[in-house]
């Protein structure tokens, strides 16, 4: 229960993005230098996202254009995958219409 709760721990979140890029960037070979100048974005803000996952979403999309992970971003918030009829009919507030009787 720890495990899922620290997955959904928005630190938690921020840090494994952090260690992916760093460690994308270390696959590619590139150094600090070479990425902050390649993305545009400063060397203090790349330094400091790697150590403290800390950095702006224009930086964060600078940095993922440069290594190659823009996709990712694309898909963030896109429309919910259902794998049930029920999902969907919750999802959308829809119900089961009751026949009313006429009382005359």
Not at 24 to 35: A, D
Not at 53 to 61: A, G
Not at 66 to 92: C, I, M, P, R, Y
Request: hydrophobic fraction near 40%; glycine fraction near 4%; aromatic fraction near 4%.
């Amino acid at each position: 229960m720890e495990n899922m709760l620290d997955a959904l721990n928005p630190y938690a979140i921020a840090r494994e993005i952090a260690s992916r890029m760093k460690q994308r960037r270390i696959e590619l070979r590139l150094t600090q230098q070479e990425l902050a100048r390649m993305s545009g974005v400063s060397l203090g803000s790349l330094k400091r996202f790697e150590l403290s996952c800390e950095i702006s979403l224009k930086h964060l999309l600078m940095l993922a254009v440069v290594l190659n992970a823009t996709n990712e971003f694309t898909a963030l918030f896109g429309k919910q995958q259902f794998t049930s009829l029920d999902e969907v009919l919750k999802a959308t507030g829809s119900t089961k219409r009751k026949r009313g009787r006429r009382h005359e």
